[in-house]
């Protein structure tokens, strides 16, 4: 559906812009350590969209806690291969959205209804100590709504757009329902600006969903010149709260 891709983009990117990129990457490790450190039971973390293991602060996980469960759609063979030293780190690959496959029947059916939220966090049993929400939110609905696009090229936009502030806010939802400690880390506004650095858009990256003030935020300096435009830079601004 395009998971893979997405994954081989992002390590592309990341390869290109590792420099702007070690803000960001620092700022979400620091928030992930300072709550992992205060969290009063140390079993097990789970960690959803582990992805490349870029925000992961794996070091520390591993020695803080007796079990580390890093979940994602798709881990690419590197993310195999890091893990391999930690005995008590384990891969989950799984949707926490429960959409991603019955999308793909509905549309190799020709059915085109748009499948609901079945939120799923893997692991979150009793001995769950710590879930943390890390840089995903924004990306959940962003494959779900390309791949409709691509194979169905009709469909009602605002019918779509509230799908996906249906999906973000289950994710909340199943979240604040754990009964244990959760972060949540995402990036919720962009910023396009010219190359005299003025604005000259922005928006938000979670579409109408609402969000406390954050316990902390930051920039991500994601698409400097030359990323994605010779004349345009691209900024996300990121938000790290503590769900108790
Ligand atoms: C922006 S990345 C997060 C950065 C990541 N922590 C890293 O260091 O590479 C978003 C991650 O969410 C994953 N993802 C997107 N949709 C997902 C879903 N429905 N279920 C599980 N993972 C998903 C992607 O595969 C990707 O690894």
Redesign the pocket.
């Known amino acids: 559906m395009g998971?893979l891709s997405?994954?081989i983009a992002?390590r592309g990117r990341?390869r290109r812009r590792r420099t702007n990129w070690q803000f960001h990457?620092e700022k979400?490790k620091a928030f992930i350590i300072e709550n992992s450190v205060r969290c009063p039971k140390k079993e097990r973390v789970i960690?959803?969209?582990?992805?490349?293991?870029?925000?992961?602060p794996l070091d520390d996980l591993s020695r803080l806690f007796d079990e580390v469960i890093l979940?994602?759609?798709?881990h690419l063979p590197q993310v195999l291969r890091r893990v391999r030293d930690y005995p008590n780190v384990r891969l989950v690959q799984?949707?926490?959205?429960g959409?991603?496959e019955k999308l793909f029947e509905e549309i190799a059916c020709s059915r085109n209804e748009l499948p609901e939220s079945e939120p799923f966090i893997p692991e979150s049993n009793g001995s769950a100590s710590l879930v943390i929400s890390?840089?995903?939110i924004?990306?959940?609905s962003?494959?779900?709504i390309e791949y409709l696009r691509a194979k169905t090229n009709t469909g009602d936009e605002t019918l779509m757009q509230a799908w996906c502030d249906r999906m973000r806010k289950a994710h909340i939802q199943a979240l604040q329902k754990i009964g244990c400690d959760a972060c949540l880390l995402t990036d919720y506004e962009f910023i396009y600006r010219d190359v005299k650095g003025t604005v000259i858009e922005h928006g938000s990256t979670v579409g109408e969903l609402a969000l406390p003030v954050p316990d902390q935020l930051w920039t991500w300096d994601i698409a400097p010149r030359g990323e994605i435009g010779p004349k345009i830079s691209k900024e996300l601004i990121v938000g790290a709260w503590r769900i108790s």
């Open positions: 998971y997405q994954a992002l990341y990457l979400s960690v959803l969209g582990s992805g490349l293991l870029l925000d992961v979940v994602d759609i798709v799984a949707d926490i959205t959409i991603a890390l840089n995903i924004s990306q959940l962003v494959i779900p």
